[in-house]
Every structure is written in structure tokens, then in C-alpha cells.
């Protein structure tokens, strides 16, 4: 069973910035694709970011400019740095994560809010 833990959530004005942390209790190289979701209130679950074990990084039109996903390998960490924040990015960002044999895996989201 994979656990994967998010961190960095919290309130942030618009125009501002904010990182957000998730850290998977295996081997990053054992996952297909890593990402991060986000669920706004009375909205579906939406792809924000994600990045296959090898290739590019894909983002959602939304957020693409302004977000960046990178990961740490030697920390099994995936990172969402988050600049120029609207209030419309407020929502429940969720950590995702598909092994190779084709398991996927969430984490228990983590609140961002953005307003002035």
C-alpha cells in the first residue's frame, strides 16, 4: 500500500505564492505518473499537473505559466510551486500517484485559499 502525505497548504493572498510538498512512502521510480489534482467547492476534480516517470511536465491551461510540478527523487517528494495565485485556484489540492502495474493512489488533499 502507497501512502502518499501533502503538506504547504494554507491562505495566500492573490498575486502571491505557495509550495506545496507531497511525499510518497515509496520509491519515486516505482510510479508511472505523479501529479497533483484539486477540487474547488461544488466542482468536479480537475488535473492540475502531472509528469510521467520520463518526458515533460503537463499542466492544466488553467495554471500553465504559473505553476511549476518538479520532484526530489533522493526525498521521494513531488512539489507544486504555486505563483500568481487567483482566488478561482482555491480549492483542495489533491496528490496523485500510478505505479507501474497500474495502481493509483491519492492523498487526503490539502486546503488552499486564496484571498485578499
Known amino acids: 500500500q502507497v501512502q502518499l502525505v501533502e503538506s504547504g497548504g494554507g491562505w495566500v493572498q492573490p498575486g502571491g505564492s505557495l509550495t506545496l510538498s507531497c511525499t510518497a512512502s515509496?520509491?519515486?521510480?516505482?510510479?508511472?505518473?505523479l501529479g497533483w489534482y484539486r477540487q474547488a467547492p461544488g466542482q468536479q476534480r480537475e488535473m492540475v499537473a502531472r509528469?510521467?516517470?520520463?518526458?515533460?511536465?503537463y499542466y492544466s491551461d488553467s495554471v500553465k505559466g504559473r505553476f511549476t510540478i518538479s520532484r526530489d527523487n533522493a526525498k521521494n517528494t513531488i512539489n507544486l510551486q504555486m505563483n500568481s495565485v487567483k482566488p478561482e485556484d482555491t480549492a483542495v489540492y489533491y496528490c496523485?500517484?500510478?505505479?507501474?502495474?497500474?495502481?493509483?493512489?491519492w492523498g487526503q488533499g490539502t486546503l488552499v485559499t486564496v484571498s485578499s
Open positions: 515509496r520509491n519515486m521510480f516505482s510510479f508511472n505518473y
Open positions: 496523485y500517484a500510478e505505479d507501474t502495474s497500474g495502481g493509483d493512489y
Open positions: 509528469r510521467a516517470r520520463f518526458g515533460s511536465p
